[in-house]
């Protein structure tokens, strides 16, 4: 058999066309498994499995068939065949051009909605971090206006040091729902890993009240303190505020930036 009547009968197989006699040809050729024809048979099944369900599938016209197929016995020889006619070659380049169109199409169509999808995703993501901040902020927020609302406060002033004279900060303290919050104001934003360390000494002893990043100074200058506790405020302590390059530790060991008394 020839490849291009090998053509027509895979390609009327796919479209549901085919029948039984030409059904059985097909069969027998493939039985052979001659490579040549084993590679025309899945070039076509994978170029018409890749068209959109929303192309019409198009079938030649009764009497062109009918042609095609008179030619084609009309010139079967034993061992080779004749040239495919004119009706063949037009049908065959026609189901070509629709299904390259097709493909075409369908590798568009597929692109658009995987970058469309991805971008969707990324948005969500970023609506979805939005979110979150914003609840965190809020929940800062009302931590903070719960202690400034309270009928009696406590404040401790912090005093810039030498490392940063205009620093300055207050420790203010809530002792009807023993709430505090620290306000700071003239701190150099902190860099990569480091925090600025709230530490109390409590008789000769440094106790951390809580640690903190300073990335936008004009805007990040109230901080929840939700360890710091009465014996904080009673006694001879005292506060202080350092800059530990490493983040939180467990005993101060960079510079002092802020100080002040309990009892001041």
């Not at 037009?90 to 369908?106: D, G, M, Y």
């Not at 030498?162 to 002792?175: H, V």
């Not at 990569?192 to 360390?197: D, I, L």
């Amino acid at each position: 058999m020839d490849k291009e009547k090998f053509k027509l009968l895979c390609t009327q197989y796919f479209f549901h066309t085919i029948n039984d006699a030409e059904l059985e040809e097909l069969r027998t050729v493939l039985n052979s498994g001659d490579p040549a024809f084993l590679k025309i048979y899945f070039q076509i099944k994978n170029g018409i499995e890749n068209l959109p369900v929303s192309v019409d599938l198009i079938e030649p016209p009764l009497d062109v068939k009918k042609s095609i197929l008179k030619e084609l016995k009309k010139g079967k020889q034993k061992k080779e065949y004749s040239s495919p006619n004119k009706y063949s070659v037009e049908v065959n380049k026609i189901k070509f051009k629709l299904i390259t169109i097709a493909a075409v199409i369908f590798f568009i169509a597929f692109t658009a909605v995987t970058i469309y999808s991805a971008g969707l995703i990324r948005d969500i993501h970023n609506l979805e971090s939005q979110s979150d901040l914003m609840n965190q902020n809020l929940k800062k927020k009302n931590a903070i206006l719960s202690v400034l609302q309270s009928k009696q406060i406590d404040i401790i002033n912090l005093i810039g040091q030498d490392i940063n004279p205009s620093g300055y900060g207050k420790i203010i303290w809530s002792p009807s729902n023993n709430g505090a919050i620290l306000q700071v104001g003239n701190l150099p934003p902190t860099m990569g890993k480091s925090k600025y360390n709230l530490w109390v000494d409590k008789n000769n002893v440094d106790v951390s009240e809580g640690s903190f990043t300073v990335r936008r100074p004009d805007y990040e200058n109230f901080f929840k303190l939700d360890s710091l506790s009465f014996n904080s405020f009673t006694g001879n302590n005292s506060f202080f505020l350092t800059l530990e390059p490493n983040g939180k530790v467990n005993k101060p060991s960079g510079p002092i930036y802020l100080f002040g008394d309990a009892n001041n």
